[in-house]
């Protein structure tokens, strides 16, 4: 089961956040597996997807905002856009638009930024929007300061953080086809507090070095409770409860086979009819989660019949 661990390091201005998605991750890459048109992720490609998943998991989780919390990262490489988006309760949802072939190995320089135009926003979205409320986003590109590539989607988000938030950030994530994770630690604005000392000098930058020695293998494969005690078995660590099931990370898209059904309605029964005569089927994909919906022609006859007929049910003479 997915879920998110909440923790502080007791009398350090340093908090801490690590997500472990499961059941949510593989129901994102099973749904566009299913899909007829698309078929599966490539391997960079689910790597980079559920690597920005986990990383908007810990993002939305850090933050109190009514709304979605939207991760997109967009170039001009193989992967033209790649989303994820994390409502206030958890839900969440993601999918990459691929163009071509992607070569194994493929990085996040090859993926989204060839040519040097990759950028990654970050977007809240109000739920409820006031009177003349518009959405926040942030926008870096996927370089440093000095102009060099970034190789990482941590090393994004990092870069995110100090720029746009002024937040020390050191994240640690990794994805497969089974799990997708990520370890955030975070610098608590604090008086006095001198940042970029060394590791014996500043909190922060101690605990980031030991953040930094997480292998891929351990945070795939480990638990929150080996992991938290294998960096930092040293340190007080004050844990909240985890957040899991339907108080913690879960997938969920407002796709549905009724809302398709809504649509075919509008569309009217004539054209309908057309593209089952032309096709054998109406099919409708979710242009975000991937999931397929399929009408043959009994299905169809069904959308356009009156319920009280369909509740009376066939005539029997007798």
Known sequence: MSELHKFIFDGLPVRGRM?????AWQQVLQRRAANSRTGAYPPPVAELLGEMTAAAVLMQ?????DGALILQIAGDGLVKAAVAEVQADMRLRATASVAGAVPPGARLPDLVNAHGRGRCAITLDPKQRQDGQQQYQGVVPLADESGAPLASVASVIEHYMRQSEQLD??????????????LLIQRLPAPGQRAGGDAEEDPFARLSILARSLRRDELLGLDAGAILHRLFWQEKLLRFAPLTGSQGPRFACP??????????KSLGQQEVQAIIAEQGQVEVGCEFCGRQERFDAVDAARLFTPAQALAAGPHTVQ
């Open 19 to 23: 997500v472990r998605l499961t059941d």
């Open 61 to 65: 989780s850090g933050i109190k905002f």
């Open 169 to 182: 950030t050191t994240l640690m994530l990794a994805a497969d086809e089974q799990t997708a994770a990520g």
């Open 255 to 264: 796709c549905s086979r009724a809302r398709v059904a809504t649509m075919l």
